[in-house]
């Protein structure tokens, strides 16, 4: 199993910043994480990725690029949403998402998973 840990949704203005964060842990052998991201779902809206980062290299959405950043600390397998600028439509449950592998008697399994969700509300 692996366990995703989000902080930092709220309440914000526009214009203003926060920071997301998504601690990945997971009591499997050899666990690798290839990739780790952010997606949001608004209201009435299908779930999005809003950021990932893969192999080192981060994509982001056109609406949130140039004023979003994603990073990694692999070490300490956590992932990272700064979000500055912030907008109305930038409101939704923001989810921590990872893929990857680990190792088992036969190989490598692949796995992904979800956060549970932290909202993010931008309104004046």
């Known amino acids: 199993q692996v366990q995703l840990v989000e902080s930092g949704g709220g309440l914000v203005q526009p214009g203003e910043s926060l920071r997301l964060s998504c601690k990945a842990s997971a009591e499997l052998s050899g666990i690798d994480f290839s990739a780790m991201g952010w997606y949001r779902q608004a209201p009435g809206k299908e779930r999005d990725m809003v950021a990932m980062?893969?192999?080192?290299?981060?994509t982001y959405s056109l609406s949130v690029k140039g004023r979003f950043t994603i990073s990694r600390d692999s070490a300490k397998n956590v992932v990272n949403l700064q979000m500055t600028g912030v907008k109305p439509d930038d409101t939704a449950v923001y989810y921590c998402y990872v893929e990857g592998t680990w190792a088992n008697i036969s190989g490598r399994t692949g796995f992904a998973s979800w956060g549970q969700g932290t909202q993010v509300t931008v309104s004046s």
């Open positions: 980062i893969r192999s080192g290299s981060p």
